[in-house]
Nanobody, 128 residues
């Protein structure tokens, strides 16, 4: 089992940047495929980005490609989300999530049900 804690959220002006961190405790983070999701009140939680266990492959939803970068430091048991050129529509609670799957032979890493562990979320607010 792994416990996840996000940090780094806050209020930023449009065009600005933030870096979110997701620190893991318990089982080593290298055992998990990691994702970031976000949720706005009244809407479903949506996929943002994900990274393989080794960090060798990353995936992004179209709306954040070229602006967001996911990375991981397995030695520090931490996953990062660097967000740049932020837009008001990026405003949401951001969650990191861990899945023991590899998705090599199936599954959908964009779906919340594929992830066993979730952090408590961190609020990101982008003002126009």
């Amino acid at each position: 089992q792994v416990q996840l804690v996000e940090s780094g959220g806050g209020l930023v002006q449009a065009g600005g940047s933030l870096r979110l961190s997701c620190a893991a405790s318990g089982r080593t983070l290298s055992s998990y495929f990691m994702g970031w999701f976000r949720q706005v009140v009244g809407k479903e939680r949506e996929f943002v980005t994900a990274i393989t266990k080794s960090g060798g492959i990353t995936y992004y939803t179209d709306s954040v490609k070229g602006r967001f970068t996911i990375s991981r430091d397995n030695a520090k048991n931490t996953v990062y989300l660097q967000m740049s050129s932020l837009k008001p529509e990026d405003t949401a609670v951001y969650y990191c999530a861990a899945s023991p799957r590899t998705f090599d032979s199936g599954g959908d890493y964009t779906k919340t049900y594929e992830y066993n562990y979730w952090g408590q979320g961190t609020q990101v607010t982008v003002s126009s």
